[in-house]
């Protein structure tokens, strides 16, 4: 027990050092592209990205032909544009469950994780943009003895 402290001014040689952040390394596949997965509501959307001409393909259609509005493919640019990638990667993708809504915020999810893993570097502005989270909130569901999820029959005294 020689080892231990007879005064609080030794206290102060055992600092602890500080956990270094993570360091994120690039993931790709034998093709060179990165794959995520992105989920919003009930759609899920996984999605491959490769260095290209900024193409983007949506369940082996243009996303001018499967998104049509020009809203939804506003918030699927969104990452690209925050981290000032836009027209430089080729986006390919399949999209299940949901409605439009749905599945274009979760392509944007898939779409910020891909550029995470393919440019680790990014993953700051994505983070403070908010692309990176994933929106947790889901249709809650209908309970028995209810007429939806909270709404009650109407009620009558007699």
């Not at 640019?77 to 439009?100: E, K, N, S």
């Amino acid at each position: 027990m020689s080892d231990t402290m007879q005064s609080l001014d030794q206290l102060s040689s055992l600092k602890v050092a500080a956990p270094e952040a993570p360091k994120y390394v690039k993931k790709v596949d034998k093709f060179g592209r990165a794959y995520a997965t992105g989920k919003r509501k009930n759609a899920v959307a996984r999605v491959w990205i490769k260095p290209g001409a900024g193409k983007v393909t949506v369940n082996t259609r243009e996303v001018e032909v499967y998104f049509a509005r020009p809203v939804l493919r506003m918030l699927i640019q969104q990452p690209l544009v925050a981290a000032a990638r836009a027209g430089q990667y080729d986006v390919i993708c399949t999209v299940t469950g949901g409605g439009l809504s749905g599945q274009a915020g979760a392509v944007r999810h898939g779409l910020s994780k891909a550029l995470t893993y393919f440019e680790p570097d990014l993953r700051g502005v994505l983070k403070k943009g908010g692309f990176l989270t994933r929106d947790s909130r889901v249709v809650e569901r209908k309970k028995y003895g209810r007429a939806k999820a909270r709404k009650s029959f109407q009620f009558s005294k007699r």
